[in-house]
């Protein structure tokens, strides 16, 4: 058994002011958040409290060089209303993996676990019970030293908010393939859920918004060809009724929802290819003709068709009547989420369940 989480609760939820219909992506934080710290070679103090400010020394190393780790995850409400977690084993995994990259010391899984176990448990009256809403996880580890000096932080904190959120992109989204900036090289951190990656796109993302586009397809490092991935969304083609999308060898952020995906598929008898992408093949089958549907996959986002891609001169436009493939694969995840899908896999877990 993991050390036990110290528990102080807010006198009055807040819940009864939110619009369940209303919800504004990312501004909306539930009544508590989790804090634990990491202090002579281990973690300890773990808590759920109030959600409050920090106090945060201004030689905190996180903020000058960048040592901060996140995950992102989601929870919603099945058939009875149960709180239900997805696939949650999945995100320590990966924040570990993030950790090690940024040499970071690594969270328990147990203790990550319960935590998210128990704060949403806790939280579940934020659920949103709508198809395409839920209660966003946001578990974030940051240095806490207090020097100036690159090096890593002997100390850390490690923190989990809850957000109800409404469906990310609730229309089809445009994207340019850029020629001139990249997002992650082999040897980089692009693996690795930290914060420098999306200081990084800003700029980039910020001229093609006023190039019409609402993202980036970010395309290798080095030749500038090859297809990576989107802002937080990993990205899939169907050409010829086949299913591609490129491989994570380094450079591409290791999407859970990317591989929840891509085993749904198979299982329903698709091909699915996760191979090297040249950009020049996607505009060949395009003008083919047999390209038929892009999608981006990401926990924030499920699933968002792409409605027009850009590649320097060309202009891909895409008929969302013929995105089948996407449109089976994001009410299968859907309905896992809300259990009017079985889950053969166990992928789903009821919030507040976990025992050591
Ligand atoms: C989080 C993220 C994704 C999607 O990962 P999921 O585990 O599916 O949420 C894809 N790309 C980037 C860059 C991300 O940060």
């Known amino acids: ?84 977690l997805f696939r949650p084993e999945e995100h320590i995994y990966r924040l570990n993996a993030s950790a090690a990259r940024m040499c970071m010391p690594e969270f328990p899984e147990a203790a990550f676990l319960d935590a998210i176990h128990t704060i949403v448990k806790m939280e579940e009256a934020w659920i949103p019970p709508s198809e395409g809403s839920a209660l966003y996880i946001r578990p974030l580890m940051f240095a806490t030293d207090e020097a100036i000096g690159v090096r890593p932080s002997e100390k850390y904190t490690l923190l989990i908010m809850c957000l109800p959120v409404g469906p990310y992109y609730p229309k089809p989204v445009s994207l340019l393939a850029d020629t001139k900036y990249i997002r992650a090289a082999m040897g980089g951190v692009g693996e690795a859920k930290t914060a420098g990656n999306y200081a990084a796109s800003l700029y980039p993302a910020k001229l093609a918004k006023e190039e019409g586009y609402d993202q980036i397809m970010w395309l290798d490092a080095k030749e500038h060809k090859y297809v990576q991935e989107v802002g937080t969304m990993n990205i899939f083609f169907v050409i010829d009724g086949k299913v591609v999308t490129p491989i994570t060898e380094g450079t591409i952020l290791k999407g859970i929802t990317r591989k929840t995906i891509i085993q749904l598929l198979e299982e329903k008898g698709y091909d699915v290819e996760q191979r090297r992408i040249n950009i020049d093949e996607i505009v060949e089958a395009y003008k083919a003709g047999t390209l038929s549907e892009v999608f981006g996959t990401g926990t924030a986002a499920v699933i968002a068709n792409v409605n027009k891609l850009k590649y320097k001169d060309t202009v891909m436009d895409f008929d969302q009547d013929k995105a089948t493939v996407s449109a089976y694969a994001k009410s299968t995840i859907n309905g896992l989420r809300n259990q009017t899908v079985e889950d053969t896999h166990n992928w789903v877990v009821e919030a507040g369940t976990y025992t050591a």
């Open 1 to 84: 058994m993991s050390q036990a989480i110290k528990i102080t609760k807010v006198a009055h939820s807040n819940v009864d002011s939110l619009d369940f219909d209303n919800i504004p992506f990312g501004k909306i934080f539930t009544d508590h958040m989790y804090e634990a710290h990491y202090e002579d070679g281990k973690w300890g103090s773990f808590a759920i409290k109030p959600l409050e400010n920090l106090s945060v020394h201004p030689g905190n190393l996180a903020w000058h060089y960048g040592q901060s780790i996140f995950e992102g995850m989601k929870a919603t409400k099945g058939k009875d209303g149960a709180p239900l």
